[in-house]
């Protein structure tokens, strides 16, 4: 795993601050924060939307920054909690291949074994779906 540099910190303290503005325990139950950094620096968040098919908090970062314009991405993370305990988390499989199909080469940090630190999209998913069309 690569080291954090100071703007990846920043970047989880803006996934952690996701949950922080849009908590709400007894609505929507919001525990989980993402964000994402563009190659061009800008940093775009979400947090999951909680009801019977859901949306993770990766893909309401990744759909806002892509309704922005963004369309280079250099690295997301997500966080799982609230104000005052929370954690680095892996993105589900769901959201390792949409990253892998909007994002390719995005750095995911990850906590693994008591280390936070970052990988490629590609090597969380070593084996991703690739569509080859209608042909073959």
């Not at 920043?10 to 609505?27: C, G, M, P, T, V």
């Not at 947090?47 to 893909?59: K, L, P, S, T, Y």
């Not at 990988?119 to 084996?127: G, H, K, S, W």
Request: charged letters at 25%; glycine letters at 10%.
């Amino acid at each position: 795993m690569k080291r954090l540099s100071e703007e990846d910190k920043q970047l989880i303290e803006s996934a952690r601050a996701a949950i922080d503005r849009n908590y709400d325990e007894k609505h929507y139950y919001h525990v989980v924060g993402a964000a994402v950094r563009c190659k061009g620096g800008n940093v775009y968040t979400g947090v999951n939307c909680d009801n019977i098919h859901g949306a993770c908090a990766e893909f309401i970062a990744m759909g806002a920054a892509i309704s922005a314009g963004e369309r280079e991405f250099e690295t997301i993370v997500a966080v799982f909690g609230r104000r005052d305990k929370w954690r680095v988390v892996p993105p589900c499989g769901n959201c390792r291949q949409m990253l892998f199909e909007y994002a390719p080469g995005i750095q995911v940090i990850i906590a693994h074994e008591g280390e936070t630190g970052k990988l490629a999209i590609e090597e969380l998913l070593p084996y991703p779906y690739v569509f080859t069309g209608y042909d073959g």
